[in-house]
């Protein structure tokens, strides 16, 4: 007669996760994001004069107004989307009206190419303070 033994032994179950996968994920995640920061910048191509100045503090909540004027003389208006079609003087003047009616502290700006003329700028700050910004400032680029 044989006798069988029967093993008594009680498995604990195993309540662990295993974190590892979750942790690669987050780093490839973390990886994309980095590489693609940089190239979210939106605007127009523009080849900034270089200046000595502090840099100028924005709010969060609170974004600048941008206007864009290329080399070719071009206007464009930083919103949304569609900030890669040309905009005429009216236009700039209607919307910018429209969004400081809405929220009349936002700073209004200009990304100038240094080789434009001098006299698109001065027509494109007329427009502005006619629209009520109360004040434009000029974006430049440190040395």
Same mark, same amino acid.
């Given at each position: ?11 604990k179950?195993?309540? =662990? ?16 994001f ?8 939106? /605007?127009?191509?523009?080849? $900034?004069? #270089? ?8 709010d969060e909540l ?11 003389g071009?206007?464009?208006?930083? $919103? /949304?989307? *569609? *900030? ?12 910018? /009206? ?8 936002? #700073? ?14 001065v #027509?494109?700050?007329t427009?502005?303070q006619?629209?009520g910004?109360?004040?434009v /400032?000029?974006?430049? =680029?440190?040395?």
């Amino acid at each position: 007669m044989s006798v069988r033994r029967v093993n008594n032994k009680r498995y604990k179950l195993n309540a =662990e996760i295993n974190v590892v996968p979750y942790i690669d994920v987050m780093m490839v995640l973390l990886v994309i994001f980095m590489v693609t920061a940089p190239m979210l910048t939106q /605007g127009v191509n523009v080849d $900034l004069p #270089q200046a000595k100045s502090d840099p100028v503090e924005t709010d969060e909540l609170n974004q600048p107004l941008i206007v864009s004027v290329t080399k070719a003389g071009d206007y464009f208006l930083d $919103l /949304g989307e *569609n *900030n890669r079609q040309p905009v005429t003087l009216d236009r700039i003047g209607t919307q910018v /009206g429209k969004i400081l009616s809405r929220a009349p502290d936002t #700073q209004v700006l200009i990304r100038g190419d240094r080789s434009i003329d001098y006299g698109s700028i001065v #027509q494109l700050m007329t427009v502005l303070q006619q629209a009520g910004a109360g004040s434009v /400032g000029l974006v430049s =680029e440190s040395p």
